[in-house]
Every structure is written in C-alpha cells, then in structure tokens.
C-alpha cells in the first residue's frame, strides 16, 4: 500500500528536491514510475513494521504514516536508480 503520493512529497520536500533523485534521463521531469515504485518500498517497509499489531491496509492513513513514507522513499528511489544502472 502506499502512505503518500507524489503530490504529498513535493508538499513535504520541493519539485526540484524530488527531481534530484527522480529524474532519471536528465529531461528535469520527475520519473512517475521511479516514485512509484519508492513509495510503493516505503509503504512495505512500513507494512513489515506494522503486521500483526495493527489490521492492514490502514484506511484513513495517518498523517504520521504519511511522513515517513516520504522520509522513506527518497532512499528507496536512490536505491533503486543505483540498482538499474
């Protein structure tokens, strides 16, 4: 499940920061499938945390939740350019 949406990590960072680790050609455009797939590592990784203690998917998310799929997914979205170098 993802916590947070591209529309929340520019409002939690800036465009340009997010365009830093999310354009992958050098065109100055954000890769959607890159954040995508970060949010989507962010929302696992929070997932793994919270199984078994909580019922999954969480519905409404928790702005709390929300932050730290955007604190997680920026590294996830470094990694995963590194890995498809």
């Given at each position: 499940m993802a916590y947070a949406t591209l529309a929340d990590l520019i409002a939690r960072f800036t465009e340009v920061?997010?365009?830093q680790v999310a354009d992958t050609d050098g065109s100055g455009e954000i890769d959607a499938a890159l954040v995508a797939r970060a949010l989507s590592d962010a929302g696992a990784e929070i997932d793994a945390a919270l199984v078994g203690r909580y019922t999954l998917p969480m519905?409404?998310?928790?702005?709390?939740?929300t932050r730290i799929a955007c604190d997680l997914a920026p590294s996830a979205a470094c990694r995963?350019?590194?890995s498809t170098r």
């Open positions: 920061e997010i365009g519905v409404p998310v928790p702005e709390l939740l995963d350019r590194k």
